[in-house]
């Protein structure tokens, strides 16, 4: 049976077992949130050539080299020498420099110590300590005198009630910026199709204030679903009073199976994004191919919730 080394400590796992698995039913605290591979949160480091490459793909060069893996993606199959994560130490800190409150999101404006490498759209694990970790997407741009995220409240949610007390000056940790739902400097003249619902706004409008400084030359045509107001709607509507190309639809909830019978495609060539929930994306994804949209031109990206 593989040995697990975890400092002074040495466990036996079974061949091809769930690293996290196994870790939590040994007792050892690992913060995890998706167990999907896209959260980041459950970070364990092995040594060099340790780390099979199904844990590690999705995480950075820098990362994989210093041995980091997802233990919910790493299947025991030989002995390994482990270190657990820990954000205070290991990840970059940030002091939060803005809070604001609109209706049930949390629009926080944060100061890393020192410059984050990112693409706009991408996401990370934000820390409010060493065990307490959710991913977000990025709703700054790079260049930005500060890093923005949307944090939709819930009355259920761990992470979010306790992010919903944060000050100006309280310490956060941040993750290392991940995730491919980002805009690509050959769609310039492609029409743009972003469909987005709740907090799945924010990486969607990231990528669509890049595309406008890049000068995107087509249409781009934004749709937004909530259960009440928009909560940025005026920062996009001044956007769209600037931009002759650029169409906002702010929609209510209630109404979004209606708005997508009445979609209509500009073009074949129409590049659609879509960001929210796991339910919303997967009620678009039909839609969207029956409009004559081919899979490789549809990008999505499902926001899920850890179980409470």
Avoid at 34 to 58: D, F, I, K
Avoid at 154 to 174: M, Q, Y
Wanted: charged share 20%; aromatic share 6%; hydrophobic share 40%.
């Amino acid at each position: 049976m593989p040995e697990l080394r975890l400092g002074n400590l040495t466990l036996h796992a079974g061949h091809g077992e769930n690293l996290l698995d196994k870790l939590l039913a040994e007792g050892q605290t690992v913060p995890w949130s998706c167990r999907g591979g896209y959260c980041h949160t459950c970070l364990v480091q092995a040594q060099p050539g340790q780390a099979p490459a199904e844990a590690c793909h999705t995480l950075t060069a820098e990362q994989r080299e210093a041995g980091w893996l997802l233990s919910c993606q790493c299947p025991v199959v030989q002995d390994m020498d482990l270190r657990l994560h820990d954000p205070t130490c290991d990840d970059l800190g940030a002091d939060v420099v803005s809070v604001m409150h609109v209706d049930n999101v949390l629009i926080l404006r944060i100061a890393p110590e020192r410059p984050l490498r990112f693409l706009p759209g991408q996401h990370l694990a934000l820390w409010l300590n060493s065990q307490l970790g959710r991913p977000y997407s990025i709703a700054s741009l790079p260049g930005e005198p500060w890093l923005e995220f949307h944090i939709r409240l819930h009355a259920s949610g761990t992470f979010s009630r306790a992010a919903a007390d944060l000050k100006v000056d309280d310490r956060l940790f941040l993750g290392a910026a991940t995730g491919t739902l980002q805009y690509d400097a050959d769609w310039q003249d492609r029409p743009l199709l972003l469909l987005a619902a709740g907090t799945g706004l924010a990486p969607l409008q990231a990528i669509l204030r890049h595309a406008l400084e890049r000068g995107h030359a087509a249409p781009i045509e934004l749709w937004h679903w909530s259960t009440g107001d928009c909560y940025i709607a005026k920062r996009l509507e001044e956007l769209a009073d600037r931009h002759p190309l650029l169409t906002i639809r702010l929609q209510r909830r209630a109404t979004m199976a209606d708005d997508i019978r009445q979609l209509r495609i500009a073009s074949r060539r129409t590049m659609a994004l879509i960001c929210g929930d796991p339910g919303f994306v997967e009620q678009l994804r039909k839609p969207l191919f029956f409009a004559g949209l081919p899979g490789r031109q549809v990008l999505d990206e499902a926001f899920h919730s850890r179980p409470q």
